[in-house]
């Protein structure tokens, strides 16, 4: 929902009705993830997507259902071999919606998470519709039972979104909870050409992009327009100050022992998702030694990407760029990193079969 926020609190500024359609739950091959929202207003202006075009026209009309009824909506859209006309996503997977009407009883609840700039989660019950949003202290919107909250808090600490069917002092209930959090970091060290593109693609990919340099001369604003923050620090140094998680990138491009060396020994050690360096095989095989020499252990050696990329026999800044976001998302992902037509199995691993989300009494629910 994150990715269309501008437009509905343009939406909640004017006052304008609208119905949100959510995907609450993916099978097999889906085009979009858990959490992809498509908004449509009272005016029949749409924003967002859910399906790249497969069943969007299907969603428009029960956004517009919503709008006048005001009641919530569960669909689950598959592939129908036996009609060739019904609406289905023709990539074989199945996606489940929850669309809903906002309205001012729960619109405090999307505001927060639109508007809040720390971790927040969206809670909604996939019954009622009611809405509430917590962060790490507060709550705003309707009120849920202390089961559900304490589940949300759980799940946002780890950033998890998804279905939760739960035990409450009411009866069971099943809850939407969509965690928000800050963009992922990706920090690049070294101030050269190959940095400016690789921020470029970092920020493509939704990183918040750190270029870090200890020469001030090639650190600028200037050369990386595409970056959100241009530091001038030694690489070291800064990383083992700045704030880091299991998500962060760091792409270490100086190929200069000096800087590569006391950095790598800093950022092997840390918790982070990837950590790759640029370089020969000459320079890597170079590296490797010098940082066994200060005791840095195999199985932290084990953890570096180098070279860095991917073998996409790329020439140019922009190619190498390619080749390392490449790597980078087969490592956050499990990916082969081998052509999709030379493998088997599914395209999309990090999926949850439609099969296992529960769906309350009440609420309507086919399969087209």
Same mark, same amino acid.
């Given at each position: ?143 849920? +039972?202390?089961? %559900? #909250? @304490?589940?949300?808090?759980?799940? *946002? ?6 279905? !939760? &069917?739960?035990? =409450? ?58 970056? +959100?923050?241009? %530091? #001038? @620090?030694?690489?070291?140094?800064? *990383? ?6 299991? !998500? &962060?990138?760091? =792409? ?58 991917? +073998? ?57």
């Amino acid at each position: 929902m994150r990715d269309i926020a501008a437009q509905l609190l343009e939406w909640h500024v004017a006052q304008q009705d609208y119905a949100i359609a959510t995907i609450i739950g993916i099978g097999g091959s889906a085009p979009r993830p858990v959490g992809a929202a498509l908004a449509v207003n009272s005016g029949g202006t749409v924003v967002g997507s859910i399906s790249g075009g497969c069943v969007e026209g299907a969603v428009y009309e029960l956004c517009r259902e919503s709008l006048h009824t005001g009641e919530p909506i569960r669909e689950t859209f598959g592939y129908s071999d036996s009609d060739a006309f019904a609406v289905g996503l023709t990539c074989g997977g199945t996606i489940e919606v929850f669309v809903q009407q906002v309205t001012p009883v729960n619109c405090a609840a999307f505001e927060a998470i639109l508007r809040s700039e720390e971790p927040v989660a969206l809670v909604r019950d996939l019954k009622s519709g009611a809405a509430m949003a917590l962060g790490s202290w507060w709550t705003v919107g309707e009120s849920f +039972d202390n089961t %559900v #909250v @304490a589940e949300a808090r759980a799940m *946002l600490d780890v950033g998890a979104t998804g279905v !939760r &069917t739960l035990g =409450c002092d009411t009866g069971e209930t099943t809850v939407f909870v969509e965690s928000a959090v800050p963009p992922p970091r990706m920090i690049v060290f070294g101030a050269i050409d190959f940095a400016a593109a690789v921020a470029r693609i970092g920020k493509f990919l939704g990183y918040h992009v750190t270029v870090c340099d200890a020469r001030p001369v090639f650190a600028t604003r200037a050369r990386f327009p595409d970056a +959100d923050e241009v %530091v #001038v @620090a030694w690489p070291h140094t800064y *990383l083992a100050r700045t704030p880091v998680d299991a !998500r &962060t990138v760091l =792409c270490v491009l100086t190929h200069d022992a000096k800087f590569d060396v006391p950095l790598l020994e800093v950022a092997l050690r840390m918790p982070v998702a990837f950590v790759g360096a640029m370089g020969s095989r000459r320079t890597h095989d170079d590296r490797l030694a010098r940082l066994r020499a200060i005791g840095v252990m195999e199985a932290e050696l084990a953890r570096l990407r180098s070279p860095i990329g991917l +073998d996409l026999g790329g020439r140019t800044p922009e190619e190498t760029a390619v080749s390392i976001a490449a790597e980078i998302v087969a490592v956050r992902r499990s990916g082969s990193g081998v052509p999709l037509g030379a493998s088997g199995g599914p395209i999309h691993r990090d999926t949850v079969p439609i099969s296992d989300l529960s769906i309350p009494d009440g609420l309507k629910v086919s399969t087209k």
